[in-house]
């Protein structure tokens, strides 16, 4: 694809078709998404690569969440929807002593993140990026092995052949750009 193509057409994808990407084209998303921008060349991200054991525990504990909070439809809803997911992911940013430097590393992370969904998007992989309630609790940390006193999770991603590719609009350019004498 061009550029423009890419940047236009990408989109966040709800439903997937029941094939895994392979591991190889994930490896290579990760590869080129660390050549994100990066203030100090910190290299604050970590990307969590989930086998089946781990997002099955995430779904349960996404089942137990919602099951709390909105009863059990939903939540069976949720186990219906979640464990047809074929591919997981986390991104982490690594936490900064400087307020500055941990805002600019979530800005890398976010960048990195970018690229590896426009690289996989080309490669007719779709990528949504999710920041759900599961995401913040302790016992998500607990699943992926990651210590919330050393990093904090910027990202679920979800990865997969599309199986729809929703629209999405944007704003007209004029109510965004501010133009400077
Ligand atoms: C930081 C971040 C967090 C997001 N979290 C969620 C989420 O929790 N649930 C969700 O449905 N979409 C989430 N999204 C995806 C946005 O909803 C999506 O990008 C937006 O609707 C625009 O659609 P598009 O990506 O197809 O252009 C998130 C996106 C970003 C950048």
Same mark, same amino acid.
């Given at each position: 694809?061009?550029?423009?193509?890419?940047?236009?057409?990408?989109?966040?994808?709800?439903?997937?078709?029941?094939? *895994?990407?392979?591991?190889? %084209?994930?490896?290579?998303?990760?590869?080129? @998404?660390?050549?994100?921008?990066? /203030?100090? =060349?910190?290299?604050?991200?970590?990307?969590?690569?989930?086998?089946?054991?781990?997002?099955?525990?995430?779904?349960?504990?996404?089942?137990?969440?919602?099951?709390?909070?909105?009863?059990?439809?939903?939540?069976?809803?949720?186990?219906?929807?979640?464990?047809?997911?074929?591919?997981?992911?986390?991104?982490?940013?690594? *936490?900064?002593?400087?307020? %500055?430097?941990?805002?600019?590393?979530?800005? @890398?992370?976010?960048?990195?993140? /970018?690229? =590896?969904?426009?690289?996989?998007?080309?490669?007719?992989?779709?990528?949504?990026?999710?920041?759900?309630?599961?995401?913040?609790?302790?016992?998500?940390?607990?699943?992926?092995?990651?210590?919330?006193?050393?990093?904090?999770?910027?990202?679920?991603?979800?990865?997969?052949?599309?199986?729809?590719?929703?629209?999405?609009?944007?704003?007209?350019?004029?109510?965004?750009?501010?133009?400077?004498?």
């Amino acid at each position: 694809m061009k550029t423009e193509e890419l940047l236009r057409s990408r989109r966040t994808i709800n439903s997937f078709k029941p094939e *895994k990407p392979p591991e190889k %084209l994930i490896r290579k998303a990760i590869d080129l @998404a660390r050549w994100a921008p990066n /203030h100090h =060349l910190t290299e604050p991200w970590r990307f969590y690569l989930l086998g089946s054991e781990t997002s099955q525990a995430i779904i349960e504990l996404n089942t137990e969440i919602t099951r709390q909070k909105k009863g059990h439809t939903a939540a069976e809803k949720k186990l219906k929807k979640w464990s047809e997911i074929p591919g997981w992911l986390v991104v982490t940013v690594v *936490k900064s002593d400087d307020p %500055l430097q941990q805002q600019e590393d979530y800005a @890398a992370c976010c960048c990195a993140i /970018h690229n =590896l969904s426009l690289f996989l998007w080309d490669q007719g992989v779709g990528v949504k990026w999710t920041t759900g309630e599961v995401t913040r609790d302790p016992a998500f940390y607990d699943l992926i092995w990651a210590d919330p006193e050393i990093e904090t999770v910027v990202g679920l991603l979800w990865y997969g052949y599309p199986k729809e590719i929703p629209n999405s609009q944007r704003k007209p350019i004029e109510e965004i750009m501010i133009r400077l004498p």
